[in-house]
């Protein structure tokens, strides 16, 4: 979106999409058709595909507390955007479990952060009420799943083809009325 428009400011918000889940994680079981490692069912595959993503199926569902601290971190640090693709390529792409401590200290080394500043915050839950007032936040708008976006007055829960946000875009830009648009 960014690459797109001038002056676009994304700002990425902590989302508790499993609040339950221990910090050693959780194993989750595989739907019909889908392997460990394999590749997400449509339209999901297809909506990463568009966006150039790899998505690829886990069967740990992480812990993610610790994960949204440390990019909370990094937001302060200004280094939101490579934390952010590193944690997701983490994830999705080489199917680490993002709630263990050497996941996230390999990725905050490697985007050249302070492992030892944010270990000890981790440990302090320095940014837990952060997070809940984010994820409030997201639940007070009506976020019930991740990814989650608002563009204008319109909000969006779940992957979308680019095109879908690009139109939104378009009109709030042009100053139309978005009270029409289906969400």
């Known amino acids: 979106m960014q690459a797109d428009y001038e002056n676009v400011e994304v700002e990425g918000k902590a989302y508790l999409l499993r609040p339950d889940i221990p910090k050693e994680g959780k194993i989750r079981r595989l739907k019909p058709g889908e392997t460990e490692g394999?590749?997400?069912?449509?339209?999901?595959?297809?909506y990463a595909d568009e966006a150039g993503l790899i998505m690829r199926r886990s069967t740990l569902t992480p812990y993610t507390t610790y994960a949204l601290a440390?990019?909370?971190f990094a937001k302060e640090q200004g280094a939101f955007d490579p934390f952010h693709r590193a944690m997701y390529k983490a994830y999705w792409g080489d199917l680490k479990n993002i709630g263990d401590?050497?996941?996230?200290?390999s990725i905050t080394e490697e985007c050249g952060l302070d492992w030892h500043l944010?270990?000890?915050?981790?440990?302090?839950?320095?940014?837990?009420?952060?997070?809940?007032?984010?994820?409030?936040?997201?639940?007070?708008i009506g976020v019930r799943g991740i990814p989650g976006f608002v563009i204008g007055n319109v909000m969006f829960t779940g992957a979308r083809p680019y095109g879908i946000f690009k139109a939104v875009m378009d009109k709030v830009i042009s100053g139309e009325d978005l009270s029409n648009i289906a969400q």
């Open 101 to 105: 401590f050497e996941v996230i200290r």
């Open 38 to 46: 394999g590749e997400l069912s449509d339209p999901l595959k297809s």
């Open 118 to 140: 944010l270990e000890d915050r981790l440990k302090s839950s320095y940014y837990e009420q952060e997070i809940m007032n984010q994820f409030q936040e997201g639940v007070g």
């Open 70 to 72: 440390a990019t909370e």
